[in-house]
């Protein structure tokens, strides 16, 4: 079955202790990315991959690093998690062609930072 | 960067048709317009996009304007189902997309 997993799915921690996040896709896309969801704000881009070893920032990367070593990973990193990062995490996959993609999104992973 | 404005909520009644409009009036000439739906706290599902066409598949249509200022997103026939957030979606350059708070729609029984 084609589809984007996280782990974990529920994390509860304390502020200053990393940790990471993991994303897999299983459909050879070469477009990633990471999107928190916070009551009143939507979703915001976090960080993207247009493929390996090539990332950039979306809108609100402070606090947050990835890396895109294999093709269908790519782990969002909190060096050192505050409270403020407490948040709803999405990760999302597509194949990029003609110019537009179809980002099919993971089931998500509530983090809360004590 | 490209932005939406939709309307915060709408109401449908079951068997209707729901148009959810989208302003999107920075957009680029190139960029597709892209709509998604959140269910509860589920990751968002793709639902349709469209460049300058109107667009029709399984789960909707999609209509925009000449201008591409504006587009309506049109589910036929609203089901309970269909309660959900719905995002407009404009790209800001190739690989950044803003999703925005979107539109809560709730279907009535």
């Known amino acids: 079955e084609a589809q984007v997993t996280q782990n974990p799915r529920y994390l509860i921690t304390v502020t200053g202790k990393k940790l990471t996040v993991t994303c897999s896709q299983n459909?050879?896309?070469?477009?990633m990315s990471w999107y928190r969801q916070d009551p009143g704000l939507g979703l915001r881009q976090i960080y993207y991959s247009m493929n390996v070893e090539v990332t950039d920032k979306g809108d609100v990367p402070e606090g947050y690093k990835v890396s895109r070593k294999e093709k269908r990973n790519f782990p969002l990193i909190l060096e050192s998690p505050s409270p403020n990062q407490t948040s709803l995490y999405f990760c999302?996959?597509?194949?990029?062609?003609?110019?537009?993609?179809?980002?099919?999104f993971g089931p998500g992973t509530r983090l809360t930072v004590l | 960067d490209a932005k939406t404005t939709q309307p915060p909520s709408m109401d449908c009644a079951e068997g209707r048709a729901a148009n959810l409009p989208c302003n999107h009036s920075t957009i680029s000439g190139n960029e597709y317009v892209y709509w998604y739906r959140q269910i509860h706290s589920q990751g968002p599902q793709y639902i349709i996009h469209?460049?300058?066409n109107n667009e029709t598949n399984e789960m909707a249509s999609l209509i925009i304007t000449e201008d591409r200022k504006s587009s309506t997103l049109i589910l036929p026939h609203a089901t309970l189902r269909d309660t959900a957030v719905y995002y407009c979606?404009?790209?800001?350059?190739?690989?950044?997309?803003?999703f925005g708070t979107g539109t809560r729609l709730k279907v009535l029984a």
């Open positions: 459909m050879n896309h070469e477009y």
């Open positions: 469209g460049l300058k």
């Open positions: 979606i404009a790209p800001s350059g190739t690989y950044k997309y803003i």
């Open positions: 999302a996959s597509s194949h990029q062609r003609g110019g537009y993609n179809e980002q099919f």
